[in-house]
T-cell receptor
Framework: QQQVKQSPQSLIVQKGGISIINCAYE??????FPWYQQFPGKGPALLIA?????SEKKEGRFTISFNKSAKQFSLHIMDSQPGDSATYFC???????????FGTGTRLTVIP | DGGITQSPKYLFRKEGQNVTLSCEQN?????MYWYRQDPGQGLRLIYY???????QKGDIAEGYSVSREKKESFPLTVTSAQKNPTAFYLC???????????FGQGTRLTVV
């Protein structure tokens, strides 16, 4: 059973455009929602994260929007650049859990 | 520099062989994890450990084994019982109370 559902599986965006990746979860005990960025042949690295007590968090061109009632959260990449081309994973975690639950990933391609 | 080191980067296995993937961290993290990554399936948990000499099965433990004799080290053995071992393997670690997981660079295992 997939604890975190992520869409789309792949995304192509023009340089300068907005990239949007969506995730949904079921377990209301989750209290930490990170996004990881992974370049080909490398391990994922934390990009940005949010807790459910806020509805939005922004770090540079990257923004997480969080809708607690809908149990959904999304990553927005403003002014997308070719260097943003990577695979993005959303995840969910809860205090005392043994594991981060990852989405299936979104492969983003930003074309010049 | 603190971090997680996985070795080797590439590994080739013959049918019927056991192979061991190395994971070492100098972050003083208690929790360590092994994930398997396949295209379109995200990161699936194989094993995790929260303390020396103790580890737990994840979602896809069959055909794999681990040990945790030292805090810094969490090697993964892919046994001949694993019928489809070709994949990208990722090791991660974090503190017990922490949220961010730190990943190694991965090992790509191919059966030849």
């Amino acid at each position: 059973q997939q604890q975190v559902k992520q869409s789309p599986q792949s995304l192509i965006v023009q340089k300068g455009g907005i990239s949007i990746i969506n995730c949904a979860y079921e377990n209301t005990a989750f209290d930490y929602f990170p996004w990881y960025q992974q370049f080909p042949g490398k391990g994922p690295a934390l990009l940005i994260a949010i807790r459910p007590d806020v509805s939005e968090k922004k770090e540079g061109r990257f923004t997480i929007s969080f809708n607690k009632s809908a149990k959904q959260f999304s990553l927005h990449i403003m002014d997308s650049q070719p260097g943003d081309s990577a695979t993005y994973f959303c995840a969910a975690d809860r205090a005392g859990a043994n594991n981060l639950f990852f989405g299936t990933g979104t492969r983003l391609t930003v074309i010049p | 520099d603190g971090g997680i080191t996985q070795s080797p980067k590439y590994l080739f296995r013959k049918e019927g062989q056991n192979v061991t993937l190395s994971c070492e961290q100098n972050l003083n993290h208690d929790a360590m994890y092994w994930y398997r990554q396949d295209p379109g399936q995200g990161l699936r948990l194989i094993y995790y450990s929260q303390i020396v000499n103790d580890f737990q099965k994840g979602d896809i433990a069959e055909g794999y084994s681990v040990s945790r004799e030292k805090k810094e080290s969490f090697p993964l053995t892919v046994t001949s019982a694993q019928k489809n071992p070709t994949a990208f393997y990722l090791c991660a670690s974090r503190t017990l109370a922490g949220t961010e997981a730190f990943f190694g660079q991965g090992t790509r295992l191919t059966v030849v």
